[in-house]
């Protein structure tokens, strides 16, 4: 189970203190295995379907330690190309992939009330690389309104509904929290 070390990296995680407002879910490649891991709302981990108690740490430089499942590990993290990673455990390195996190609008609770408007938050305190939209600008269900950068990957905000930008709330270039609000859609 390395699978799950090597999709952060500056950030202290501990996720039985975890707390945003989506699922977030990563697809990850070790050495050709696929794995599925998603981390709820609630902190919990869940790996190829299977809940998992995990505590993770950035230590200096590129390394890692993990506490998964009571066994611990240190790995150093190197990246490679993209979404391309080298992790070595225990003096093994292993290829790994891991494709961009992702929060799907159904599952984010941004939106609470469809009539009504509804807030674009950031889901994991990082980086907002680019604000999409303007305001004023129509948007439609699914389109990108912000990327955030979050433990060295790019995610894509879309928006939950279809509506107008109301307001945009933060200022590309700058940090922000997790569950900040990052634009208003009405």
Do not use: N
Not at 148 to 160: I, N
């Amino acid at each position: 189970m390395l699978c799950f070390t090597f999709h952060v990296s500056r950030f202290t995680f501990h996720a039985s203190r975890l707390t945003f407002h989506a699922v977030m879910k990563y697809r990850v490649e070790v050495e050709g295995r696929r794995f599925e891991i998603e981390v709820r709302p609630d902190g919990t981990v869940w790996v190829d379907g299977r809940p998992v108690s995990a505590d993770l740490e950035g230590l200096e430089g590129p390394f890692l330690s993990l506490l998964l499942d009571g066994r611990s590990y240190e790995a150093a993290v190197e990246g490679e190309t993209g979404e391309a990673y080298r992790v070595t455990v225990a003096g093994r390195a292993y290829r790994t992939a891991v494709e961009a996190p992702r929060a799907t609008p159904a599952e984010t609770g941004a939106c609470p009330a469809p009539a009504g408007s509804c807030e674009v938050r950031a889901p994991l305190p990082g980086l907002l690389v680019e604000l999409c939209v303007a305001e004023g600008q129509p948007v439609r269900a699914g389109d990108v309104v912000a990327v955030l950068e979050s433990m060295k990957m790019h995610m894509e905000l879309r928006a939950p509904r279809d509506g107008v930008v109301q307001s945009l709330c933060a200022v590309p270039g700058r940090e922000v929290g997790q569950g900040e609000v990052l634009a208003v859609i009405g």
